[in-house]
């Protein structure tokens, strides 16, 4: 059996009104899919631990989940198109790549593209 996989993909993130703009004006985030290797530094459950108190003959553990969602953008975005910012009344300033991305104050727009990322999947579905 064949899987066919895609190396990159664009996410249109819905956003104010990006979805109902013309293809060639929403704002589109240009990615690779990291591999199952690289993910890994991104999204993994750290070893347990463990701890006993022999005072109240009790046990705890601890699991820690690390989800780093802003890693995966920054290492897997590679452009941006037509997203422009206007800070008060200075000029409108391009934002073309991940690096200045993160420097605005767009936090819902960084959630939607990070929870694209973290459950993107490269893998085409074909139907048999």
Same mark, same amino acid.
């Given at each position: ?7 990159? %993909? ?18 589109? !985030?240009? !990615? ?17 631990? !463990? ?8 046990? %705890? ?6 989800? %780093? ?43 939607? #593209?990070?929870?694209?990322? #973290? ?10």
């Amino acid at each position: 059996m064949i899987i066919q996989i895609k190396k990159t %993909d664009v996410f249109i993130p819905d956003i104010e009104d990006n979805l109902e703009q013309p293809p060639s004006e929403q704002i589109k !985030f240009h !990615f690779r899919y990291a591999s199952t290797e690289e993910r890994k530094r991104y999204m993994h459950v750290k070893p347990m631990k !463990f701890r006993t108190s022999k005072e109240i003959n009790d046990s %705890d553990m601890e699991v820690e989940y690390v989800q %780093d969602g802003e890693g995966l953008a920054k290492a897997t975005v590679t452009g941006i198109e037509n997203l422009s910012v206007q800070n008060g009344d200075g000029a409108p300033k391009d934002i073309k790549t991940i690096a200045e991305f993160y420097k605005q104050p767009m936090s819902k727009m960084a959630t939607q #593209l990070e929870t694209h990322l #973290l459950n993107a999947n490269a893998v085409v579905e074909t139907k048999n």
